[in-house]
């Protein structure tokens, strides 16, 4: 069994700052990419920021040179959130595909997710 687990939400003012952390545990033979998504009440899901194996990036108009994603060399995905915008409020989940063995499948594996939101 695979899980994704986030942490760093919170209330943070309009400017503040935050930082997430998504941590991948279970039988895990190798991870593809990693991103996250947030999905603010009445909103579809939204694509904010994802990264590959070999580290390229990609991120959403509404948050580029905002927001940076990032990983290590272990299971972890990180998102650095700067100058954030009442706008940035959602619930921000992690996601993964994520492959249990050699010869099994690539799987997509997502988090509970983690409220942020930004308001004076």
């Known amino acids: 069994q695979v899980q994704l687990v986030e942490s760093g939400g919170g209330l943070v003012q309009p400017g503040g700052s935050l930082r997430l952390s998504c941590a991948a545990s279970?039988?895990?033979?190798?991870?593809?990419?990693m991103g996250w998504y947030r999905q603010a009440p009445g909103k579809q899901r939204e694509l904010v920021a994802v990264i590959t194996s070999d580290r390229s990036t990609a991120y959403a108009d509404s948050v580029k040179g905002r927001f940076t994603i990032s990983r290590d060399n272990a299971k972890n995905t990180y998102l650095q959130m700067n100058s954030l915008k009442p706008e940035d409020t959602a619930v921000y989940l992690c996601?993964?595909?994520?492959?249990?063995?050699?010869?099994?499948?690539?799987?997509?594996?997502w988090g509970q997710g983690t409220q942020v939101t930004v308001s004076s």
């Open positions: 279970g039988i895990i033979f190798s991870i593809n990419a």
């Open positions: 996601n993964a595909e994520i492959k249990s063995g050699w010869a099994a499948r690539w799987n997509d594996y």
